[in-house]
């Protein structure tokens, strides 16, 4: 399913439910409706606002059709998500066949993970001109579990390329920083609901494993698709825009629906991201031996000074 987000920026918001709808009405003045968004067509509601209010009645509504309601913070990082405990029929089966993994074969996987990111790194490269060969070298050394890091080397040499010399990934920060921050919230508000939906558990993870963080397994399989906000925000920033507004939220949301290529053919960014959660499911209870990775992005198309980014898709109330 390729549904909505729905984004809440105002703090002058209460949102509710009502016969299978999700409402938001302005909390001063008339207390006017401003919009409502069928349950069913919501993909994620992402809680950009620190003054909004909502009722019990509608976190059960969203979390019953596993819809995350996510928490951010100050800086637009995802900082609490609501997810259901009630998955799929086969929810129980292979969340038994996660914890049950080997080291092994979670080892195997994460090395997957990792080639695809460096891969699709190098493609983000490639897109704006920039060389992608650093990059391309690193893939063909990932060996199992990555011991020796390549992920965090191809980083070092990514953020230069891609942004600068002076550009330093800090999550923390303004500008680009603050844009790269949304836009990886975005795919991770995507990448639980399809995990969820896959009858894993978020906190197990392959690779991340920061006791604090519930959603480990989350930030495991969101790593190949990165690139693409980082991509987004080369052209945003190349625009002059180089602020979190309205405008580059509702472009950075429409990453979800753009196409990478799969062996199926071109594919949606978030039908991507479910099909390989179910993918990693298949692979714990033995039924495939490959993770269902994109092969690459499909070429984006560049925009010179002054051009508009497509961004459709979005609600932003």
């Known amino acids: 399913m390729i549904g909505r987000i729905v984004e809440i920026a105002d703090d002058r918001r209460h949102l509710f439910v009502h016969r299978g709808f999700l409402v938001v009405k302005q909390t001063d003045g008339e207390r006017q409706q401003l919009g409502r968004v069928p349950l069913d067509d919501i993909a994620a509601v992402i809680a950009n606002a620190h003054a ?32 259901a405990v009630d998955g799929n029929y086969e ?14 074969t979670r080892k195997q996987i994460w090395a997957a993970i990792v080639r695809s990111k460096l891969q699709q790194q190098a493609n983000a490269l490639q897109a704006i001109g920039a060389p992608d060969a650093p990059l391309l070298a690193l893939v063909k050394k990932v060996r199992s579990g990555d011991p020796d ?12 390329l891609l942004f600068g010399g002076g550009f330093r990934r800090d999550q923390s920060a303004d500008g680009i920083n603050a844009m790269l921050n949304y836009g990886y919230t975005i795919v991770r508000s995507a990448t639980a ?10 906190s197990i993870g392959l690779h991340h494993c920061n006791a604090g963080n519930a959603m480990r397994l989350v930030d495991d399989l ?12 080369w052209q945003l920033q190349r625009q002059g825009q180089c602020s979190v507004t309205p405008n580059s939220k509702r472009i950075l949301v429409h990453l979800l629906y753009e196409d990478m290529q799969t ?12 099909k390989l959660a179910v993918s990693l499911a298949q692979m714990y209870l033995g039924e495939r031996d490959k993770l269902e990775l994109p092969l690459s992005s499909l070429p984006l ?16 109330v």
């Open 149 to 160: 890091n390549m992920e965090a080397q191809g980083a070092r040499r990514y953020w230069g």
């Open 301 to 316: 198309e560049l925009h010179t000074q002054g051009q508009r980014v497509p961004g459709e898709g979005a609600d932003d």
């Open 263 to 274: 062996a199926a053919g071109a594919t949606p960014v978030t039908v991507c991201i479910q």
């Open 91 to 104: 929810q129980s089966r292979r969340m038994e066949a996660q914890i049950a993994a080997s080291q092994p």
């Open 52 to 83: 909004i209010t909502y009722t019990n009645n509608l976190l059960v509504a969203l979390a019953e059709r596993g819809v995350p309601f996510v928490l951010c913070a100050a800086n637009h990082n995802a900082v609490g998500m609501l997810w």
């Open 193 to 202: 609901r399809a995990i969820i939906a896959a009858g894993l558990h978020p």
């Open 222 to 233: 969101m790593e190949p698709f990165r690139p693409l906000v980082d991509l987004r925000v």
